[in-house]
């Protein structure tokens, strides 16, 4: 059986044990499945492991072995471009679909102020982490790091990454004996690291199962149906974004069918979906690059880390619609010109949140501030927070997705001839 056939089934039978022990107030059964959840937490543990010395030498290896610096810069320029484009698609797409919903008109005021009774000790809390986080001129400040081996400590990626092109970029100019000497130790550092990401990997629909079971469970089914117009939007968004933006853009940019680009890359968003995170996802992604669309290493290990710590599409489309619910629960009027201040803004902020805990309710926080809804940020938080994190499962799921197409299109513009043929021998079996 192949192994995205086996997540998938864990992740289908979790969320069906998960769902019946939660509507069926099955406490033992609850019990049992909270127990499993650290079955999860340690596999996310196992692939986070082994995410600095696989980017680091991946970067190294795919940048020096460019041996052209303007190659670098255009490759860049590109990645760059196409995430904030896309990004900007992402949060019109939620003010298009929330602005024809109107999720928040479909919520009374009891169940409102119950549900920001609930969760205000959490929004709270959140809302402390946001004044806690640094200015965007610091952000980007710090993308330069004093200390690499501090930043890979820390596991900040984008200091990480913007040291090891800088030095592979050295690199690749230095004398050819002694650059092949550099390259040809970060290419036997990448290949254990993908030993490792194989063998991890045989772990992965157990774990997914612990994940989800344990989510699902312990969701509160009151809850969703509470929020549902509202996670239905969000959902409703992510799905037109998935389809449209990123199906034009692998079929007429990266020039492949995307029912198959989708199928193939399957294992990457499914990882995502159940470890709600890029970075704990990256190497999974990358592999699934190289080895099911056929994208080259250099390309994929420049385009992909980056697209981890900065694309944050479904989060920024996210964001777009939780402003307009919690303007419309309280009867705010946001106009085109607020709402061009969104997309402005959460397209900025997706970057400028780049490795900070929290990142989606902390940018969340600086675009309610930007439209003018400051005085109803910790109620409009805490109305959230209760679907917050199967909402969030999704979008990294569509963030990785749209990683995986960044890097399709960047290939196929540097002339890439791209295949669906497994590149590398590995089987995903």
Known sequence: MQLYTKILLGLVLGAAVGFAANVFQLQGLTTVLLALEPIGTAFIRLITMIIIPLVVASLMVGTASLGDLAKLGRIGGKTIGFYLCTTAVAVTIGLMVSNVVKPGSRIDDTTRDALSARFEGDAVSRMQLADEAPRVIDTLLNIIPRNPIQSAANLELLPLIFFTIIFAAAVSVIAPKRREAVITFFEGVNDASMVVIDWVMKLAPYAVFALIAAVVADFGADLLVSLLVYSAVVVAGLLIHLTVTYGLAVRFLARLPFGTFLRRISKAPLVAFSTSSSNATLPVTMETAETEVGISKPVASFVLPLGATINMDGTALYQAVAVMFIAQIYGIEIGIAEQL????????????????????????????????????????????????????????????????????????????DLSFEPRGGRSAA
């Open 341 to 416: 201040i969104v997309v402005l803004t959460a397209t900025l902020a997706s970057i400028g949140a780049a490795g900070v805990p929290s990142a989606g309710i902390i940018t969340l926080i600086i675009v309610l501030n930007a439209v003018g809804l400051g005085a109803q940020v910790q109620a409009g938080i805490a109305l959230i927070l209760g679907v917050d994190r199967i909402l969030d499962m999704i979008r990294t799921s569509v963030n990785v997705t749209g990683d995986l197409t960044a890097a399709a299109v960047v290939a196929r513009s540097e002339g890439e």
